[in-house]
């Protein structure tokens, strides 16, 4: 019982460990993206709805508009883009990031093919510029917060039985003893 309970008190430790560790580094780098999109974000709102700005080859970008909840409020911006190469369409999921209680909504996605000055002309105000967001990062950052907290229970339940399982079998190998037993009412004589 002694050897179980030392067994489960490690693993459980370990459990404990890394897993909090893991889920947390696992939730920050997910939600690193979400973070970022304030700081990264380029508004359109220049004379006439429209701005110029530098983009490198192979970024990704995608336009959003305000919403609610994940949904669009009022009818979706159209926006003329003109710059050094045309842009490349990028995928088509619709993502949504909330920012200071303010939903926006992805309308449209693309991938510079070359880099350059490129101008966004909307027909509409509240247009915002900004890197797509990773559904993967975002997974990523919720399964970081389970990670973190299922092993977290699992860990404590497996390092308190060990505990429990440790005490009581060096209790029981203290009151063991010492010395041959025997059942036999005629050793006694």
């Known amino acids: 019982m002694t050897r179980a ?4 008190t490690a693993v ?18 997910g939600f690193r993206s979400v973070l970022a999109f304030e700081d990264e974000e380029i508004k359109v709102n220049g004379p006439g709805n429209s701005i110029t700005h530098h983009f490198d080859a192979g970024e990704k970008i995608a336009l959003y508009t305000y919403g609610a909840n994940g949904v669009y409020v009022g009818p979706t911006p159209k926006c ?13 999921v619709v993502s949504s990031v909330t920012v200071n209680q303010r ?7 693309f991938v510079v093919e070359q880099s350059g000055q490129y101008r966004f002309t ?4 509240g247009v915002t510029i900004a890197p797509p967001l990773s559904s993967v990062g975002i997974l990523g950052g919720v ?38 037993q025997t059942d036999d009412p005629k050793a006694e004589s």
Request: net charge positive; glycine share 18%; proline share 6%.
């Open 5 to 8: 309970g030392k067994w489960l």
């Open 80 to 92: 003329d883009v003109t710059g050094p190469a045309p842009l490349k369409p990028g995928s088509s």
């Open 122 to 125: 909307c027909d509409q105000s």
């Open 12 to 29: 459980g430790a370990v459990i404990l460990v890394a897993g909090v560790v893991g889920g947390v580094l696992l939730a920050v780098n």
């Open 103 to 109: 939903s926006r909504i992805s309308f449209a996605s």
């Open 143 to 180: 399964g970081g917060i389970f990670l973190a907290v299922f092993a977290g229970i699992i860990g404590v339940v497996l390092l308190l039985v060990g505990i429990v399982l440790w005490v009581v079998g060096r209790g029981r190998a203290r009151s063991a003893p010492v010395g041959p």
